[in-house]
């Protein structure tokens, strides 16, 4: 598959989380119970491990498969991301109680930070610390725009769209009575 269509596909499928997030977000503040919140609450874990599994493997097609070297933020990104996937399967397969989300919601709030300040220094290209001071050997330039798509998604947005959206689902997740 050729770079430009995975961009495509990974892009769309990155618009389609901000929606979801979007959505998820306007239902957790609505006072009223309904089928949909209590679904959501009940498969919230379900929902965390899909999206975190897309994107650990979106950024492992983007390294292993396009040959795109990921950059000294990135790897953080992926160090923060990388563990909700194994988080939520073994939350999964052994039932924990809503404490999971706490960690998950942590990872997910440092996530968001790091991957907000490389979507700013990309879109921008300022940077007030040089990519060297979190050089990681072998890594590319953080400022570089490797994949650009409908003006504003890049790599680092689509780390922040699924971090806000498993943020969002740990706000359901600790409201789950079943858990």
Known sequence: M???TL??????GTIAFQVISVLLLVLLFMKQESKC??????????LAFFAS???MAGSLIYSEVVKFPPCALCWYQRILMYPQVFITL???TKKFGVEVWYYLRTLSILGSII??????????GFSPFPCSAFSVEGSSDCVKQIV??????NIPMMALSVFILILILSFYGTKNKAA
């Open 2 to 4: 050729n770079p430009q």
């Open 7 to 12: 961009n495509i596909i990974f892009a769309v």
């Open 37 to 46: 919140k209590t679904w959501i609450q009940k498969n919230a874990l379900y």
């Open 53 to 55: 599994f897309a994107a």
């Open 90 to 92: 073994v939350a999964l």
């Open 115 to 124: 991957a907000l300040y490389h979507f700013i220094i990309k879109m921008t």
């Open 148 to 153: 650009l798509e409908f003006g504003y998604i």
